[in-house]
């Protein structure tokens, strides 16, 4: 079988740099968000008591693996012998390798929701800040997305929560299926 290597990216990190992404990423941790801050997912490995832990930030653009990696384990605050893999990712890179195929849209008409209440409401659960001010509320597994789902089906039952699921992960052949859950079922 070939090997087949891509091309090293990313400059060096500074000193500077890295002491001011590592306190961005330890404030984040202790659940001080900030707007612009990094999306944390600690994802856990069935049948163990081990985590991932995905943290989507577009500070880590320019940055190589390994420093990123250093960063969020520098930054994590809890057992790290219970974490199997560390992972830091750009929003570009989420979407190259599909790291977050689940996502939570909000399917209210203009005028049937307050734009920022769900804008808020979407943030709180994780959204991601995409160019344009757009956006995007993805999640790495089913769970944390039906999860996230149903709060804001509660929090926000006029925004009309649906679910994008990949076609690998429900029995449907299309590329995705949606699933709503209208207001007066919540």
């Known amino acids: 079988?070939?090997?087949?290597?891509?091309?090293?990216?990313?400059?060096?990190?500074?000193?500077?740099?890295?002491?001011?992404?590592?306190?961005?990423?330890?404030?984040?941790?202790?659940?001080?968000?900030?707007?612009?801050?990094?999306?944390?997912?600690?994802?856990?490995?069935?049948?163990?008591?081990?985590?991932?832990?995905?943290?989507?930030?577009?500070?880590?653009?320019?940055?190589?693996?390994?420093?990123?990696?250093?960063?969020?384990?520098?930054?994590?605050?809890?057992?790290?012998?219970?974490?199997?893999q560390f992972l830091g990712v750009t929003y570009a890179e989420v979407l190259e390798q599909n790291l977050l195929p689940y996502a939570v849209i909000p399917m209210a008409r203009r005028g049937e929701a307050d734009d920022a209440k769900l804008r808020a409401a979407m943030l709180e659960e994780g959204g991601l800040i995409l160019p344009g001010d757009r956006i995007d509320l993805r999640f790495p597994t089913m769970a944390m997305a039906q999860s996230a789902h149903r709060r804001l089906c509660e929090k926000m039952p006029n925004g009309y929560w649906s679910m994008s699921i990949p076609p690998w992960g429900s029995s449907s052949t299309s590329t995705t299926t949606t699933t709503t859950m209208p207001p007066s079922s919540v």
Not at 53 to 61: A, K, R, S
């Open 1 to 84: 079988m070939p090997i087949i290597r891509g091309e090293r990216t990313g400059a060096t990190l500074t000193t500077e740099r890295r002491d001011a992404l590592h306190r961005r990423l330890e404030a984040e941790f202790a659940g001080e968000s900030s707007p612009g801050g990094p999306v944390i997912f600690e994802i856990p490995i069935d049948g163990t008591d081990r985590l991932d832990i995905l943290v989507v930030w577009p500070e880590f653009d320019g940055l190589r693996s390994e420093e990123r990696t250093q960063l969020i384990f520098g930054a994590y605050p809890g057992d790290r012998g219970r974490i199997a």
